[in-house]
Each structure stands twice: as C-alpha cells, then as structure tokens.
C-alpha cells in the first residue's frame, strides 16, 4: 500500500519539505492567506448567483446546477482553496504538517490528486465556455458577465498561481487515469440527468433522434479527453519548470526552521563524535 501511495503522490520522503503547504516566494500566513481569499471569493460567487436566480424566477437553476461540469469544478476549487488554507496556516502555526500527521497517509494522496484536478479541470472549463458553449453577445447585465467570468474565466488564474507560487511536486503520472475517470463518472451524471429530469446538462452530449448526432457526441468526447490530458502534460511541465527555475527554494514556517536547525545541529554534532 505504502509504494503505491508514494506513486500517487504522498511519497514519505517528501514530507519535511511540506510541498503542498509551502511556497517558494511567499511566506506560509501569505500563501495561506491567498489560498484563503481565493476560497472565500468563490463560495460568495456561489450564494450571490443562487441569491440572483432564486429573485429573478430562475429557482430552478439552482437545482440543476449540480448536473453541470461547470459548476462541480467550480465548488471542488472552493473547497480546495479552503481546505488548503487550513492546512497552510496550521503548518504555518506549528511548523508541522499537524493535520495531515494525524490521518492516515492515503489522504495525502487523495489531496495530491485534488490538486491536480484543480490545476488541470479550470483549462477545460475555460476551453470548452468559451469556444463551444459562449455565442455572444456580449452579456446585457454586470451580474451575468461578472458571474460568467468568474466562474468560466479567472478559474484559469487561481490554478496558475497554485502551480507558480507553490513548492509541489510533479503531478504522479498515475493521476491521468483518475482524470480520466473523473470525466467518465460526469459523462455518466449528464445522461443520468437526461434520464430522470429530461435535459441535457450541454448540448453537445445530445445524439439526436435516433442518435443521429452520435458521431458528433463522440468527437466531442474524444476532443475533451484530449484537452484535459494536454491540460495535464502542460501543467506538469509548468511545475517542472518552476522547480528547476526556484532551486528548491522553500518559505518555511519559523518554527519549522528552528527545528530544522536543530535537528541539522545535532546531526552535525554526531557526526564529529561530540555529546549532544
């Protein structure tokens, strides 16, 4: 079990470095400060929306809002942003992975493959909004062109600056597959949303009558498949070159360099055969 969870990206090895709490130009209360607005920001996107269609006859937006890719996306990065936040400003507190040292190991995997689809999905969003989903005009309201931007548009930047600012490692090449299966799963969400409330969350995932429009639907398919794994090999590439471009650099809570100083001293120490 443990080999494969140092695969999927919780490598007992990398633990003293904290890569997934740390950053390599901001100081731990920053970075968790940022990730903390960037969180905030999103769930009051979300009860504004929900606030503006329960007031304006669109309550019915609401329920189905959970049937589109969109909208997952978005609530799994404000959960990300939040969940990471804490994990920062603990580290930063106590200078210790404290939370994550107190659950098993496999949830530092599974906040491996969070990160990765929150640094990957944001692409496909903007992608497909934009260049399949949005015709114009522009929107006749500030509260539909803010709301659309920030749900389709700024995502793209909350994931680049996981990827830049931080210390994480390469994402595990074995995340691909759970992307994979994460989009399968969705794929089986819209039909099972066709089925029971008879709408198609996208209209590009409707084979017609008869299945007419089937060639179509799965040409559509194959190309989000091939957006989210160029997605994948760019932003692994990204994070490539922000670890050869920093060196290693980490902004370490002060309690974690004293213990590092520490534990380095007596190391030293030991070394030239002197009491502790």
């Known amino acids: 079990m443990r080999p494969f969870l140092s695969l999927f990206g919780a490598d007992p090895g990398l633990d003293h470095l904290h890569p997934y709490e740390t950053s390599w130009i901001l100081p731990p209360y920053f970075l968790g400060g940022l990730r903390a607005i960037i969180g905030f920001y999103i769930f009051v996107c979300i009860v504004l929306i929900f606030a503006w269609d329960a007031t304006h006859d669109a309550s019915t937006a609401i329920a189905r809002s959970f049937s589109y890719f969109t909208?997952?996306?978005?609530?799994?990065?404000?959960?990300?942003?939040?969940?990471?936040?804490?994990?920062?400003?603990?580290?930063?507190?106590?200078?210790?992975?404290?939370?994550?040292?107190?659950?098993?190991?496999?949830?530092?995997?599974?906040?491996?493959?969070?990160?990765?689809?929150?640094?990957?999905?944001?692409?496909?969003?903007?992608?497909?909004?934009?260049?399949?989903?949005?015709?114009?005009?522009?929107?006749?309201?500030w509260f539909g062109a803010w709301s659309n931007i920030s749900q389709h548009g700024i995502i793209g930047l909350y994931a680049l600056l996981e990827i830049f600012l931080t210390t994480t490692p390469l994402h595990p090449l074995i995340h691909a597959p759970f992307l994979i299966l994460i989009l399968l799963l969705y794929?089986?969400?819209?039909?099972?949303?066709?089925?029971?409330?008879?709408?198609?969350?996208?209209?590009?995932?409707?084979?017609?009558?008869?299945?007419?429009?089937?060639?179509?639907?799965?040409?559509?398919?194959?190309?989000?498949?091939?957006?989210?794994?160029?997605?994948?090999?760019?932003?692994?590439?990204?994070?490539?070159?922000?670890?050869?471009?920093?060196?290693?650099?980490?902004?370490?809570?002060?309690?974690?360099?004293?213990?590092?100083?520490?534990?380095?001293r007596g190391a030293f120490r030991a070394s030239r055969g002197v009491e502790k």
């Open 187 to 264: 794929l089986s969400l819209a039909y099972l949303t066709h089925k029971t409330q008879g709408f198609y969350s996208y209209s590009f995932l409707d084979p017609g009558p008869h299945g007419k429009n089937s060639g179509k639907v799965t040409g559509y398919c194959f190309a989000i498949l091939a957006i989210v794994l160029v997605a994948f090999a760019l932003t692994w590439l990204f994070i490539w070159l922000r670890r050869r471009w920093t060196g290693g650099r980490i902004k370490r809570s002060k309690r974690d360099r004293e213990l590092v100083y520490t534990t380095e």
């Open 71 to 141: 909208w997952l996306n978005f609530w799994g990065m404000g959960f990300y942003f939040i969940v990471a936040s804490i994990h920062t400003f603990v580290y930063a507190a106590t200078g210790r992975s404290a939370i994550f040292d107190r659950l098993p190991r496999v949830f530092r995997g599974l906040h491996a493959l969070f990160y990765t689809c929150i640094t990957t999905f944001p692409f496909l969003v903007v992608i497909i909004f934009w260049a399949i989903l949005y015709s114009g005009p522009w929107y006749p309201t």
